[in-house]
């Protein structure tokens, strides 16, 4: 019988041998690119603090200077390994200089500083994200499912919808899913969204700084999946202009004492705090969010702050039953898809808590 190339791709390690292999991911220098590469490691590992440090030249990802190219990955969360499987892990790391000083695209560094603040880490700040997307035809750049050069029928038909007239790339969709399950990432749930091609997938409820590392980590496995499936991922926050809708990452939150009886109380002071800081969350949220916030689409404008009960054109939305309630979480509907969870979750804590 030949030997196919999926034959070894599934070659089960642990029967032979104890070794793993773990693939250490970063963050690139664009902010929004993400890098990756493999080490062997002896045996099963379970804690980051157990990981070797390593290094990689980032003269290569625009993070550091030819002549001063070593940028040293710090080993923060792990996660197994949907790919290699077996007891091989996916390991997110962040960014430092050899002098151990957290270069300026490491934004876990900062993030992680606030969820340990002593006025942050007992409220238990809780962080569901909203991860919309748009899956591309790779050698056109335009979106799956839709006429070359051409555009599909209105919108209308799409959200949550089935059918092959409706619905594509639904095998990736899936796949992901699964995926991030399996890899430890807590994914809430997925759907097809209003623009055909566009689909949104829920990370959360995760605590504090573990939000951003989720994120990221399920962000790698779809870039991954799509690679395989010879599909391109874009996190444009409006790919196709004109009556189309953009893509964002709605992000919604609460603490401790905004869960317990009275939090809406809380949840309203929160509110106003973040009114009072408006644009410099408009500045942290994500490129091209201009082209988003418009007003129109389920968006709040870009430069006006408005808060309301199941409001899909406000800034911050709070649901029926958190009112109903009188407890609950609130939605900041404002960050872009391609935002950092890092900056936005560590955000929206310092504004409502220090």
Request: charged share 25%.
């Amino acid at each position: 019988m030949a030997l196919l190339m999926k034959d070894l791709l599934n070659l089960n390690l642990s029967d032979k041998t104890e070794k793993i292999i773990a693939e250490y991911i970063w963050v690139g220098g664009s902010g929004m690119d993400m890098r990756s590469k493999a080490r062997t490691l002896s045996g099963p590992v379970s804690d980051p603090s157990k990981l070797p440090k390593w290094n990689y030249d980032g003269s290569s990802t625009g993070q550091a200077p030819g002549e001063d190219s070593e940028v040293i990955l710090y080993p923060q969360a792990i996660f197994k390994d949907p790919f290699r499987r077996g007891n091989n892990i996916l390991v997110m790391c962040d960014c430092y200089t050899p002098a151990g000083e957290p270069i300026p695209t490491n934004k876990r560094h900062n993030a992680a500083k606030i969820f340990n603040n002593s006025a942050v880490a007992p409220e238990e700040t809780w962080f569901g994200i909203e991860q919309e997307y748009t899956l591309l035809q790779r050698d056109v750049n335009w979106p799956l499912g839709w006429p070359i050069g051409g555009y599909p029928g209105p919108q209308g038909p799409y959200y949550c919808a089935i059918g092959a007239e409706n619905a594509f790339g639904r095998d990736i969709v899936d796949a992901h899913y699964k995926a991030c399950i399996y890899a430890g990432v807590n994914i809430s749930g997925i759907n097809g969204e209003v623009m055909p091609g566009q689909w949104e997938f829920q990370v959360g409820p995760s605590v504090g700084i573990s939000a951003g590392d989720e994120l990221w980590i399920a962000r790698y496995l779809l870039e991954r999946i799509t690679e395989i499936s010879g599909v391109v991922l874009s996190l444009d926050p409006k790919p196709i202009p004109g009556d189309w809708n953009g893509a964002g990452a709605h992000t919604n939150y609460s603490t401790k004492t905004m869960r317990a009886p009275g939090g809406y109380e809380e949840i309203k002071k929160a509110i106003v705090k973040l009114s009072k800081k408006h644009k410099e969350h408009i500045e942290a949220y994500g490129e091209g969010n201009d082209r988003r916030l418009t007003g129109h689409h389920e968006t709040a404008d870009i430069n006006t702050f408005k808060a309301g009960v199941a409001d899909r054109g406000a800034s911050i939305r709070i649901g029926r039953d958190t009112e109903k309630d009188g407890k609950g979480y609130f939605e900041d509907r404002r960050p872009s898809s391609n935002m950092d969870p890092y900056v936005v979750t560590s955000m929206i804590a310092a504004t409502t808590l220090l």
